[in-house]
T-cell receptor
């Protein structure tokens, strides 16, 4: 699985968009980009994933660059409840073992 | 969908004691994972089951650790002769495919 690099922390004002970057320059062609988040004292929660097209769901949008070396997770209107550690994970889902390798992630703090 | 359930939420034990944690996955999920997380780090993979078969174990899973998933339903993780370095959050996850669903974890403190 690809190594990913994320900033250790970011701040965002409540109601504004939170843009969380992730570098994955070694990602291979069949590896997806997955985002999970972990709110304090809870287990990680799936947010979104994509291969090369931009993706949107009810939680967030994922923008992947054309060369697939980086991506941005966008929370369009951040709330205080979005304060969490966000993990970007490069993952090859071609096999049957869906083991995720987590890094340290980005601690997003949403301020009132 | 009641989610992944883990019991207990917190466990305090003395060094040298044995502890056992339980995980109840989402009912139709055939894959089950155990992870360990220490403060300030992301979760680290420990082991993986497909149905009742344990298919992969991390080298982090020393011989003091054993995991089972009888009948392919709930799973238990046992740590024998606990050490202070075992203090961590133990997370269980289940899946049908690529999206993992995590429980809230068991926080273990070894005194």
């Amino acid at each position: 699985d690809a190594k990913t690099t994320q900033p250790p922390s970011m701040d965002c004002a409540e109601g504004r968009a939170a843009n969380l970057p992730c570098n994955h320059s070694t990602i291979s062609g069949n590896e997806y980009v997955y985002w999970y988040r972990q709110i304090h004292s809870q287990g990680p929660q799936y947010i979104i994933h994509g291969l090369k097209n931009n993706e949107t769901n009810e939680m967030a949008s994922l923008i992947i660059t054309e060369d697939r070396k980086s991506s941005t997770l966008i929370l369009p209107h951040a709330t205080l409840r979005d304060t969490a550690v966000y993990y970007c994970i490069g993952f090859n889902s071609g096999g049957s073992n869906y083991k995720l390798t987590f890094g340290k992630g980005t601690l997003l703090t949403v301020n009132p | 969908d009641t989610g992944v359930s883990q019991d207990p939420r917190h466990k305090i034990t003395k060094r040298g004691q044995n502890v056992t944690f339980r995980c109840d996955p989402i009912s139709e999920h055939n894959r089950l994972y155990w992870y360990r997380q220490t403060l300030g780090q992301g979760p680290e993979f420990l082991t993986y089951f497909q149905n009742e078969a344990q298919l992969e174990k991390s080298r982090l899973l020393s011989d003091r650790f054993s995991a089972e998933r009888p009948k392919g339903s709930f799973s238990t993780l046992e740590i024998q002769r606990t050490e202070q370095g075992d203090s961590a959050m133990y997370l269980c996850a289940s899946s049908l495919a690529e999206k993992l669903f995590f429980g809230s974890g068991t926080q273990l403190s070894v005194l």
